[in-house]
């Protein structure tokens, strides 16, 4: 950590600056510049980036020297890390391929569309039973319910499920009926709900934020990690953008920025970071091509008739020509589609 | 609504649209123009948002005509609302003044800056006592403990107070101890937390979040109101942008684009939207000037030891020096401070 | 400057880190932490911020100490400019008042408008003979025969005359006819344009780009001023956003912080910052409050028929009204409307 | 063009926007809704974009049902362009591979940096003779004298060359020396330079702006193609971002988007999307995955001494094994490099 003094500071500040550096059990290395003077903080900055140093008077600016998560980090765990969901393998030359429609259906469209994405090379089946909704007055899920139809629609074709949980109240049942918990964009820095899902031990799909940087993202996932559950795969899914004619802006340098930062696997969501079907495939190439270690995509039979984010779902065929796609593009880079456990389906 | 069909789109597609309309209770007037045809769809627009009208085959884009909500909305309720905290007035030309520490400190502290922000007429006294940290190594708040000084804080001095929630299961706590709820603004998309303090008869807090448009804000008030709970004040607190100059961006356009927009009662944190001492007076001021109903500050008698955000706090004597601005620009505009209640207080 | 060293950095790439400095004139001191060794440049880092020190094997980041911009800084000019057009002061409490059509209109209508705003309070009189427009197929302005026309206004009302230029090659013309010069934000960085106007020695009316940092700003006023010509006003007029509520996002914290770090005046342009009429009084208050040295707005008569973003003009009637309330609250901040040089106008 | 009018509208309003449509030569066509009246625009909307019709009172909001641009629309041209720059062919299967340092250089490093880029597949060399720098005290190119370099380097390997152009007054020295004319993303805006350029019969390579939406890129190119110069390609090269950790933010969505809306070929440039050599692989493989024609690449064989954006360039081997994985990946997608003209070259 570096603290950069004012340009009008006063010996005495710099004095009172090393000693509240030093109560922290850290020593100060003082450098006294033309312009500036600059103090570096030598030992663990973890220790004291929450604390107040830049409220110091005579203090300009402070510079962390290391990044502020630990658990999440490659440093500290070099080697990248694969995920296993019930047999589905994420990472290190595995690829995720999730597939299924926004919200949980009646139990005859959610086997047909199943079957169908298992049929394409779909790895994963989604579905949401809570659904966060930005209306009230929209449908919210069908909740507990919801949970059993994913589950047995996933027992019926041998797929594991992820689903996602939005209220700590609501991870108990979920922990009871997926195989992965997913923490959506809008609760990415819901940390209540980040420290109950840590105490599990489901593997996690972390999506990114809308506003979330990179830094915010890994410290969302060091909640989980700091809990003890260690089996986070992030997911960067859109972040806010300002031209209109995407619902997101696919931020796809975040797949190895993160691969560079941190060893969890991360995958992408075109269909959230676009919300047009006309632009999912090229942007689901495009992640796998970045180095993503799978693919998150909505899937509908009939759109025009979903429970929820219809505009933004592939229909089967349209996912089964992507995925094929998809696997030559692995198989280039020397990588595979996640085989499904042999013992499981039907 | 107007539904605008793509270039290319066929006459049975156009009678698909139609029909779909039409089962879902609404009637279409077809326009057909020079390049394209569009479909005006006549009725309660506000059934249909949800509805995934884009996705049938021919449409090219849905616009929207009216906003969708309701409650929120200044054209159901053309008259500004006036929320009262335990005896404080915010809105129709009284001036919410809160102010204090970020989070809850020891209680000598707190009855240290509840006089000094008193003294300067601050009238709803703040601390937290659940704190959402980036970091998870970060102090986390003092929880019920620090509601609790908090309450006798303010019950000291004679002001009412307000505190954050950030979990459904601390709901119950805080709206035994505090005046006012506050929603932050990373939890403004966390649904079931807005719907559960909508199920309260507290006064909320409603910070906007960091990617919200102002149509996602008023979304998200409208979850509070639907559950029967009026008393709602907005926030705005600075929102992402890419200066890193400041610690967010502060929109000061939002207050009249409320205003216009909804007769909740909108207030601004120039605290948190700039995070710096030095442009927080500045701020604040613009915030009254733009009309708005008051005015959050943060402030701390001792902020290198505060126990959260010490380098955005504002010294005691800075806050006085800055409220007595405000109190002549609020006269200037035929406003006032609102007084605190008689019966209350030292 | 800070040079942070990588994890893995070897003995001898430090070593020639230190030697690339010293080779460059400056002195290099080196701290070795626990985790991260770091490199104190000493010195005029200012000479060395364009060199590519970030390239050199073994470098992790460089953080510069100091401000890249000398001339346009409050550390090496610590009074507030005020400059002076044609005998209407900016800055040090005289507030520009500029106010017109967006385009040159025909004569008689740019008389009526210059005669309605100079009674409303306006003190320098706006209207674009050049008009940089986003389609090749709009109105572009009408050139030289325009500028004329701006000057006739001007001088038959007694208001010194501002009007945009885009181009080197329209510089004389312009220098020429008007009193002020302006460069739009779509050229803030048409460092050709910046270099052309820093030979003349007319003020110049710098706007901020829409994606431009403060920074950004101050280095493009140092490009005028580093050719001589230290007449600079800069204009916050809103910044790209994210919300299409408004047209851009007004960034009133902009003025507060030119403030610190510049001596040069900033007023605020709240017509193209949200492009809404409604909202341009609250806005203009709101800059005024924040300490702005002047307030930009365009006027029409009849905005239905403008030759250019009529849909932001406000009325003369609601502009005489919003001068009101800015006159009353640049007296209570002790700071006046700059008065007309008494020798000019009729 | 959909013209949605106030709640309140009066019936006199309503015919004066009637009027006003006739006025313009279009049709005008009323739908009253239950909420809301609006009024479909039929004819060429396209005649009517820059007239102030948000302006009318009466009127809520203008929504346009065309896009602005004609020319560069796949409306109006189907089929995919291909761009000829002397010899080597951009579009339609066939990939431009531009690479070389960020400014022109000495010619012996021009000399070795252009072979080994040749070398590695390389079909295009680039270099900046002018130089748009942040900073007026950065190094600003070497001007004509590095036209001239380019040139005999581009002639010594048989490539053609591509150089930006800043300023209407260099277009003559840059048509004359070079093969393909770039405006950098700081004057996608300048309209000045985008119509001279479209005087040229040159081909123009147009880099969009840091806050451009693709409408507004396409519109710069519709400048270009409204002079008669129909050889645009367009390039992605990162927009504002609010994430520190990269220096733009790749929208690597804009090539599909643009190929659905334009017939113009579309490159990307990780270099400056990135800023970080340890980026720039993984996200040109993503936009060639993503569809794009083209990558532009900054190359030099000793970044710490480039004379401008050392930091963000590759190392020649560097970028000879990501051209490998490149035409590896474009075999995949059934395309190919586009091969130098035989006769050019050494």
Redesign the interface.
Known sequence: M?I?LK?DVTEEQIQHVVA?VEELGLRA?L?R????T?V???????KV??D??????GVLEV?P??P?YKLASR?AHPQSSIIDVAGVKIGGGNLAMIAGPCAVEEPERMLRIAQMVKAAGANLFRGGAYK?????????GQGEEGLRILRETGDAVGMPVVTEV????QIDAVDRWADMIQIGA??M?????L?EVGRTRKPVLLKR???A????LL?SA??IL??GNSQVVLCERG????????RN?????A???VK?LSHLPIIVDPSH??GRP??I???A???????ADGVHIEVHDC????K????Q?LLPAQYAELAAQIR??AE?FGKRISPLPEKAGS
């Not at 820095?189 to 709900?193: D, G, R």
């Not at 972040?239 to 995407?246: E, L, M, R």
């Not at 929820?308 to 505009?311: E, I, N, Y």
């Open positions: 570096i950069i340009p509240r290395h450098s510049g033309t312009y500036r600059i570096g903080v030598i030992g663990d900055e973890q980036q929450a107040p140093l830049r409220a110091i008077p510079v020297v290391l502020p440093e966060p909704r930005t209306s009230p007055y929209a449908f919210q939005m209220d700590p109240r809008r609760n820095q819901n940390f209540s709900l420290t934020g809308m506003s940087t990179i830094t915010d410290m060091e909640y700091s809990q972040i806010k953008g300002w031209d209109p004619a995407t802006l696919y931020d796809v340098a797949v190895p920025l560079g970071a676009t006309d632009l495939p090229a942007c190439l495009a992640g796998v091509a970045a180095g759109p025009e008739k979903a929820s984010d219809g505009p779902a030559k593009l280039l």
